[in-house]
Nanobody
Framework: QVQLVESGGGLVQAGGSLRLSCAAS????????MGWFRQSPGKEREFVAA???????LYADSVKGRFTITRDNAKNTVDLQMTSLKPEDTAVYYC??????????????????WGQGTQVTVAS
């Protein structure tokens, strides 16, 4: 069992930055691939970024070059550094974990565990 708690959301002006953090509890964090997803009102949840157990990363085209995902296996955390934020980045951001070694599968939404989400609002 893995529990995920997100933090770091808030209100920011367009062009600004935010850093989201996800703290994971439970065993064997290093064997999990970790992902960030987001969902805005009236839209389906969409993939944002993922990081594999060995540090490999995936990004949605919409955030490439602006967002960076990192993990700290000693602290059981995964962060999402977001820069050059746009109003269309406004959403609830969710952290998720899946027990897999296949990086490419982390863009799918069928994760094993999900956090409760944190709101990110980008004002224009």
């Amino acid at each position: 069992q893995v529990q995920l708690v997100e933090s770091g959301g808030g209100l920011v002006q367009a062009g600004g930055s935010l850093r989201l953090s996800c703290a994971a509890s439970g065993r064997a964090f290093t064997t999990y691939g970790m992902g960030w997803f987001r969902q805005s009102p009236g839209k389906e949840r969409e993939f944002v970024a993922a990081i594999g157990f060995n540090g490999g990363t995936l990004y949605a085209d919409s955030v490439k070059g602006r967002f960076t995902i990192t993990r700290d296996n000693a602290k059981n955390t995964v962060d999402l550094q977001m820069t050059s934020l746009k109003p269309e980045d406004t959403a609830v951001y969710y952290c998720a974990a899946r027990h897999t070694i296949v990086l490419e599968t982390l863009a799918r939404s069928d994760y094993d565990y999900w956090g409760q989400g944190t709101q990110v609002t980008v004002a224009s």
